[in-house]
């Protein structure tokens, strides 16, 4: 069959309207050139290198709708609620007040960004579509265009959290695509730990979720996401930072299940002796695919960068990892590490790894590795002997390979968490 | 108990236990001794259940109970003990819960409530003692980073905590310095009593200057070919293995 990459997305959005139709002139200009790109940019399909397997037919096949505001969903089959925390509640992308804190610190600006536009204009429009490319990016372009909302959150200068940021998105209307957009500004000096946790609950659904976030100078972001979905589920996730001098930036990306999730995290260390730390957990099953690409780009000298990403693939499913790392002629003194390890735990499951650097400045210390291997069954037989039966000694292993990542979430209950997820 | 019959194993097509017949009875210390290639280690693998090896013919009885039907871990809950010639290092897998896991499935087994974690941590610190290890398993992984002496003493540690009532100590003393020899010999020999049986498999007779075997076998070519008792072993160090297998022919 041919499969021509001309078509447009739009056909899969027809019932959709842009964002805020009555908004601001910065965000009417973002709107219409991300109209723009929607009719111009092609859909990617398999000879295009950062989608070459990760087929986009899951959401260009359907025909999506909006979904309605007012629905009810079980807010108690989300984990992670016993966590103190200041909650946002999202469902199906609509903004949920009563759900959501009301009390909240002085330095903390949190709010939907429906609100945020206008009660905090001067920061949202020095932001807002300055990160993510609407212009060039396929899912950014839909996202820019058709968000029905998602959250603000400013960080006052000096200003440490208390508690994390939860924001809970859950996903519950068959039929629908949902675009959620939300702003992350941390200022100078600034510390906060935001939680993004998703639970798709019909199917099919689709959801596009893209964070812009300024880390300015010395301040620290910590960034944890959950994924959770169903056989029908398809989730886009992306951030784009930009980091300031001495600015800190960590993201655990902790995927449990869903038919299709793929997280674009574009870090640019644009500040000199800034840190980011990108660490993923994978763990598909069935006919689930996960797709992480992360961008790291050294734009001046003397930044590091981290990143370790582990999944374990099961069944028939698929994993990608791709993870680049640009080191710019200027970002000299650079330290990258990336690491990617896989447990491919059947004969028809599969996992493409690929590591790629750049580098254009000649005083760097930059490393990668990729490995992807099976169970060691000289391990699985030690540990059966001692009277742990094949499952209970599978799990073990499994543990212990990917503990390495979890432990990286900081709040024990996290990690206690996760672990309750992935126990079968 | 265990009574090994007419004992036939091959691994990838080739015949290397070619019908290995030997009794242990409760309170008993058999030693098997033999040159490299014999087939030793695949006995030891065959009783502990490694899945590499196809047993074309044969039976093991176990107190009672066909040990072959069984998956390792139910060997390991009806009281077989594998002692391993190479420890694996498993990072990431605690050394003490793994234990404590471990401990409690094979407790679950037999119908005994779970070790309270009071009890576990009184009988971890006598049982770390015993061996010396005392200090070098908290917080640590299973065998990671340990010396090859230590990896054989945490074995023997995991005997003593998980109490068999069968072991099998495969080539336990290879490798092993004279102060870990003496270690591991005083862990064994600490837990030998009337209700435990042990099967040591070595290529050498130091060992069994420190643990006195009831009685020493000679496994040539996949075969017992002779069998006496302690003096034997001595013979073996003296004479080597050659005249074995000449008397064997």
């Known amino acids: 069959m041919m499969v021509t990459e001309s078509a447009s997305i739009l056909s899969s959005f027809e019932a959709f309207h842009s964002l805020y139709p009555d908004g601001s002139a910065h965000i009417s200009a973002l709107s219409k050139e991300a109209l723009e790109a929607l009719e111009r940019l092609p859909i990617p399909g398999r000879k295009t290198e950062a989608w070459k397997y990760t087929p986009l037919s899951v959401i260009t096949s359907k025909q999506w709708k909006p979904a309605v505001t007012g629905a009810r969903a079980d807010m108690a089959a989300m984990g992670l609620l016993d966590i103190p925390s200041y909650k946002m509640v999202l469902i199906d992308g609509h903004f949920r007040p009563e759900l959501s804190s009301q009390d909240l610190p002085a330095g903390l600006l949190l709010m939907p960004i429906s609100e945020g536009k206008d009660k905090e204009k001067a920061f949202f429009e020095t932001h807002f579509g300055k990160k993510a490319d609407h212009k060039n990016e396929l899912f950014v372009a839909l996202n820019t265009r058709y968000a029905s909302n998602g959250i603000y959150l400013r960080v006052k200068k000096n200003e440490k959290l208390e508690k994390p940021v939860h924001v809970i998105h859950l996903y519950t209307q068959a039929g629908t695509a949902v675009m959620t957009r939300n702003l992350i500004i941390m200022e100078e000096g600034s510390?906060?730990?935001?939680?993004?946790?998703?639970?798709?609950?019909?199917?099919?659904?689709?959801?596009?979720?893209?964070?812009?976030?300024?880390?300015?100078?010395?301040?620290?972001l910590r960034l944890d996401k959950f994924q959770s979905g169903n056989a029908g589920s398809s989730h886009y996730s992306s951030e784009e930072v930009f980091q300031g001098r001495d600015a800190v930036y960590k993201e655990n990306t902790i995927t449990l299940s869903g038919a299709?999730?793929?997280?674009?995290?574009?870090?640019?260390?644009?500040?000199?002796?800034?840190?980011?730390?990108?660490?993923?957990?994978?763990?598909?099953?069935?006919?689930?695919?996960?797709?992480?690409?992360?961008?790291?780009?050294?734009?001046?000298?003397?930044?590091?960068?981290?990143?370790?990403?582990?999944?374990?693939?099961?069944?028939?499913?698929?994993?990608?990892?791709?993870?680049k790392v640009f080191v710019r002629p200027d970002a000299q003194k650079t330290n990258a590490y990336q690491q990617n390890a896989n447990i491919v735990m059947s004969d028809k499951a599969s996992m493409n790894s690929k590591p790629e650097l750049e580098i254009y400045a000649d005083d760097v210390k930059c490393s990668h590795g990729s490995t992807t291997g099976q169970l060691d069954k000289d391990a699985l037989f030690y540990l059966k002997c001692r009277g742990l039966n094949h499952d209970l000694a599978k799990q073990m292993l499994v543990h212990a390979f990917v503990g390495e990542v979890i432990d990286r979430l900081e709040i024990p209950a996290l990690r206690e968490y996760v672990w309750s997820q992935i126990t079968e | 108990m265990i009574d090994i019959k007419n004992l036939h194993a091959s691994v990838e097509g080739n015949e290397i236990l070619k019908g290995i017949n030997l009794k242990i009875n409760a309170g008993e210390v058999h030693a098997i001794m033999g040159p490299n290639g014999s087939g030793k280690s695949t006995l030891a693998s065959v009783l502990a259940g490694r899945e590499d090896y196809e047993i074309s013919e044969g039976s093991v009885d176990f107190l009672g109970k066909n040990l072959l039907e069984m998956d390792p871990d139910v060997r390991a809950k009806e009281g077989?003990?594998?002692?391993?010639?190479?420890?694996?290092?498993?990072?990431?897998?605690?050394?003490?819960?793994?234990?404590?896991?471990?401990?409690?499935?094979?407790?679950?087994?037999?119908?005994?409530?779970?070790?309270?974690?009071?009890?576990?941590?009184?009988?971890?610190?006598?049982?770390?003692?015993?061996?010396?290890?005392?200090g070098r398993l908290k917080d640590r992984s299973v065998n990671e980073g340990f010396s090859g002496g230590e990896k054989k003493r945490n074995d023997i540690f995991q005997m003593a905590m998980l109490?068999?009532?069968?072991?099998?100590?495969?080539?336990?003393?290879?490798?092993?310095?004279?102060?870990?020899?003496?270690?591991?010999?005083?862990?064994?020999?600490?837990?030998?009593?009337?209700?435990?049986?042990?099967?040591?498999?070595?290529?050498?007779?130091?060992?069994?200057?420190?643990?006195?075997?009831?009685?020493?076998?000679?496994?040539?070519?996949?075969?017992?070919?002779?069998?006496?008792?302690?003096?034997?072993?001595?013979?073996?160090?003296?004479?080597?293995?050659?005249?074995?297998?000449?008397?064997?022919?």
Request: charged share 25%.
């Open chain 1, 191 to 220: 510390q906060a730990h935001v939680m993004h946790s998703f639970s798709h609950s019909a199917e099919p659904i689709h959801s596009n979720v893209i964070t812009e976030i300024d880390v300015a100078d010395n301040a620290h």
């Open chain 1, 260 to 323: 299709w999730t793929r997280n674009d995290p574009h870090v640019r260390l644009k500040g000199i002796n800034s840190i980011c730390y990108l660490n993923g957990s994978y763990f598909p099953h069935e006919k689930e695919l996960v797709d992480n690409h992360s961008i790291i780009d050294h734009l001046v000298p003397q930044c590091e960068s981290h990143e370790l990403y582990k999944g374990v693939v099961y069944d028939q499913s698929k994993a990608v990892f791709n993870g």
């Open chain 2, 80 to 134: 077989l003990f594998l002692a391993f010639q190479y420890p694996v290092e498993i990072p990431g897998v605690s050394n003490v819960n793994f234990l404590k896991l471990a401990l409690n499935e094979i407790r679950a087994y037999k119908g005994q409530e779970p070790l309270s974690a009071k009890e576990f941590l009184g009988r971890l610190k006598e049982k770390s003692a015993l061996v010396e290890l005392d």
């Open chain 2, 163 to 249: 109490s068999p009532r069968f072991a099998i100590m495969d080539e336990t003393d290879s490798g092993l310095d004279i102060d870990a020899l003496r270690i591991v010999a005083n862990g064994v020999n600490s837990m030998r009593n009337k209700d435990r049986a042990f099967l040591i498999i070595t290529h050498y007779q130091r060992l069994l200057d420190h643990i006195t075997p009831d009685y020493v076998h000679v496994l040539s070519e996949g075969r017992i070919v002779k069998t006496g008792g302690p003096e034997l072993a001595l013979e073996l160090e003296e004479k080597g293995y050659d005249w074995i297998k000449e008397a064997a022919l």
